[in-house]
Antibody
Framework: EVQLVQSGAEVKKPGESLRISCKGSGYSFTSYWITWVRQMPGKGLEWMGRIDPTDSYTNYSPSFRGHVTISTDTAFSTAYLQWSSLEASDTAIFYC????????????WGQGTLVTVSS | QSALTQPASVSGSPGQSITISCTGTSSDVGGYNSVSWYQQHPGKAPKLMIYDVSDRPSGVSNRFSGSKSGNTASLTISGLQAEDEADYYCSSYTSSSTLYVFGTGTKVTVL
């Protein structure tokens, strides 16, 4: 069974750093790109970026480029989303999702990680 | 790159059919057969319902169907059921630097 299991909820202060994770299982992790999606409280979905676990090639949405970093560790079949300096506006649920091979859709999703940034 | 435009809400009675529209431009919806639809129940992760405009993943009910005309894609839910009450988002590949764009989302209410 394909699963993407994300790390638990986080509460951070502005200016702090954070890395959240997404562990894939039940499939060949290096065969599928991973995408990260943001959902701010009560709002819609926003595409943040994607990574090819084979070579760590990444694409970022202009809205998020320079503010977050997407990476993977193939030894642990895990993708990461990290911030070096959080802002209150980063408060949201973050989902990882698998990009279907040869397609542009997201066929499996993690359960989401709630990040709360507050002083 | 602006979000694709969806109606904020659509409602219907059990057994009826409803259609959700998703309007973009020739740079996204109109330019590629790469429209997908996602269902999201409150507090849950989105679920893929339609991909490549009209294809259904294994396990998704055939009551869900997709189509596209020009710059507008549509999701139709036939034989509406209480369990269909959720938020629905369209998505498309785009030629802009964003690469992918989601719709604004539509809340479906079963009366």
């Amino acid at each position: 069974e394909v699963q993407l299991v994300q790390s638990g909820a986080e509460v951070k202060k502005p200016g702090e750093s954070l890395r959240i994770s997404c562990k894939g299982s039940g499939y060949s992790f290096t065969s599928y790109w991973i995408t990260w999606v943001r959902q701010m409280p009560g709002k819609g979905l926003e595409w943040m970026g994607r990574i090819d676990p084979t070579d760590s090639y990444t694409n970022y949405s202009p809205s998020f480029r320079g503010h977050v970093t997407i990476s993977t560790d193939t030894a642990f079949s895990t993708a990461y989303l990290q911030w070096s300096s959080l802002e209150a506006s980063d408060t949201a649920i973050f989902y990882c999702a698998r990009l279907r091979v040869g397609g542009t859709d997201l066929d499996y999703w993690g359960q989401g990680t709630l990040v709360t940034v507050s002083s | 790159q602006s979000a694709l435009t969806q109606p904020a809400s659509v409602s219907g009675s059990p057994g009826q059919s409803i259609t959700i529209s998703c309007t973009g431009t020739s740079s996204d919806v109109g330019g590629y057969n790469s429209v997908s639809w996602y269902q999201q129940h409150p507090g849950k992760a989105p679920k893929l319902m339609i991909y490549d405009v009209s294809d259904r993943p294994s396990g998704v009910s055939n009551r869900f169907s997709g189509s596209k005309s020009g710059n507008t894609a549509s999701l139709t839910i036939s034989g509406l059921q209480a369990e269909d009450e959720a938020d629905y988002y369209c998505s498309s590949y785009t030629s802009s630097s964003t690469l992918y764009v989601f719709g604004t989302g539509t809340k479906v209410t079963v009366l």
